[in-house]
T-cell receptor
Framework: ETGVTQTPRHLVMGMTNKKSLKCEQH?????MYWYKQSAKKPLELMFV???????ENNSVPSRFSPECPNSSHLFLHLHTLQPEDSALYLC?????????????FGPGTRLTVL | RKEVEQDPGPFNVPEGATVAFNCTYS??????FFWYRQDCRKEPKLLMS???SGNEDGRFTAQLNRASQYISLLIRDSKLSDSATYLC?????????????FGRGTSLIVHP
């Protein structure tokens, strides 16, 4: 069973709302990731944190704001989203962000922006 | 050209069939290769890491061909429960680190 949890599992929000997605990993990992998965598209990496430091921002619009207070928790703060931001948002963790580590995914938050 | 490419399928095969998927990558300096399985409306889960020497786990065999820049996944004696989307993942070098990059996935449907 996955050691990565995400809340909420489903979220519907208007374009003017502010909401946050939460991810927690119980695997003792040091790297955490946010991905976006839209229908018929590959997983898109959004952010990478390694030992709480952001090491990658994959040209993500500023309406998505990540926060990593410690190696076990990762947040994605959302504000003034667009309908095209509707997607499955997946959190993942790995031992570190070095190239050799496989990732463990959470169940995802299915986001709908109206 | 996309960094990581997969045939989206679907591959529609009968139980007991052998099926193979390929995944090509464009950056020859890529490190670390993986196959993930994703069931409908679920998260991806690691199926296998892929090593240069090839590796086998029961009915599943993964191969890496660095010269031709592709990885493959072979499933023997397909089961109904193998129906899923199979994602390949490649760690692509970028600015001194590596970025995990996924293909769009190959859909497999195993029918009775």
């Amino acid at each position: 069973e996955t050691g990565v949890t995400q809340t909420p599992r489903h979220l519907v929000m208007g374009m003017t709302n502010k909401k946050s997605l939460k991810c927690e990993q119980h695997l003792g990992h040091n790297a955490m990731y946010w991905y976006k998965q839209s229908a018929k598209k590959p997983l898109e990496l959004m952010f990478v944190y390694n030992f709480k430091e952001q090491t990658e921002n994959n040209s993500v619009p500023s309406r998505f704001s990540p926060e990593c207070p410690n190696s076990s928790h990762l947040f994605l703060h959302l504000h003034t989203l667009q309908p095209e931001d509707s997607a499955l948002y997946l959190c993942a963790s790995s031992f570190t962000s070095d190239s050799y580590n496989e990732q463990f995914f959470g169940p995802g938050t299915r986001l709908t922006v109206l | 050209r996309k960094e990581v490419e997969q045939d989206p399928g679907p591959f529609n095969v009968p139980e007991g069939a052998t099926v193979a998927f390929n995944c090509t990558y464009s950056n020859s300096a890529s490190q670390s290769f993986f196959w993930y399985r994703q069931d409908c409306r679920k998260e991806p889960k690691l199926l296998m890491s892929v090593y240069s020497s090839g590796n086998e786990d029961g009915r599943f065999t993964a191969q890496l061909n660095r010269a031709s820049q592709y990885i493959s996944l072979l499933i023997r004696d397909s089961k109904l429960s193998d129906s899923a989307t199979y994602l390949c993942a490649v760690n692509v070098p970028s600015g001194g680190s590596y970025i995990p990059t996924f293909g769009r996935g190959t859909s497999l449907i195993v029918h009775p």
